[in-house]
Antibody, heavy 117, light 105 residues
Framework: DVQLVETGGGLVQPGGSLTLSCAAS????????MTWVRQAPGKGLEFVAN????????VYLDSVKGRLTISRDNAKDSVFLHLYILTVDDTAVYYC??????????WGQGTLVTVSS | DIVLTQSPGTLSLSPGERATLSCWTS???????IAWYQHKPGQAPRLLFS???IRATGIPGRFGGSAAGTEFTLTISRLEPEDSAVYYC??????FGQGTKVEVK
């Protein structure tokens, strides 16, 4: 099956860090840009970051620059989102998604990150 | 930066009726940059249209997309209860509109 599975979410204290993983299967990960999107409780979808096929180009939401890093390992069919200096505003479901050029056509089920003391 | 404004915020309609959702861009953009998604609670979002009106695989024909100037429109003819969801437009595979909630009951 073609799918994306996110892992790594959980409860973290303000100021803490976390790494989210996205495992791809059923397609060649290295052929696609990959994207992370989040949804805070009661809010809409928000683009967080995306990364080019070879990892050489990355785009970030302005408000997370310096605190989030996107990376990938095509040999391991995985994409990562490293979150640092977390605040309560980072509490959200984080989705990994496949970019097909100005749209994302495949989404994971999401992983919940809760930032709370 | 492009801003996407969706209207209305909420749409409450009955089964069989037609829904018209708008997404306004703050300046003119090429239709190829606009996508539409359906998002139901507890589920992953689903791509409906890329390029403003190119229907994604498996999307029923009663969903339609169009573009006119800075207004992009998603129409759902003959609403069904399972169409209840929040619908988002997106620009350039990045920025999202705030969403339109469609209630079918």
């Amino acid at each position: 099956d073609v799918q994306l599975v996110e892992t790594g979410g959980g409860l973290v204290q303000p100021g803490g860090s976390l790494t989210l993983s996205c495992a791809a299967s059923g397609f060649t990960l290295g052929s696609y840009w990959m994207t992370w999107v989040r949804q805070a409780p009661g809010k809409g979808l928000e683009f967080v970051a995306n990364i080019r096929q070879d990892g050489g180009d990355k785009v970030y939401l302005d408000s997370v620059k310096g605190r989030l890093t996107i990376s990938r390992d095509n040999a391991k069919d995985s994409v990562f989102l490293h979150l640092y200096i977390l605040t309560v505003d980072d509490t959200a479901v984080y989705y990994c998604a496949r970019d097909v050029g100005y749209a994302v056509d495949l989404w994971g089920q999401g992983t919940l990150v809760t930032v709370s003391s | 930066d492009i801003v996407l404004t969706q209207s209305p915020g909420t749409l409450s309609l009955s089964p069989g009726e037609r829904a018209t959702l708008s997404c306004w861009t703050s300046r003119s953009v090429a239709p190829k940059y606009i996508a539409w998604y359906q998002h139901k609670p507890g589920q992953a979002p689903r791509l409906l249209f890329s390029g403003a009106f190119i229907r994604a695989t498996g999307i029923p024909g009663r969903f339609g997309g169009s573009a006119a100037g800075t207004e992009f429109t998603l129409t759902i003819s003959r609403l069904e209860p399972e169409d209840s969801a929040v619908y988002y437009c997106q620009y350039y595979g990045q920025r999202f509109g705030q969403g339109t909630k469609v209630e079918v009951k």
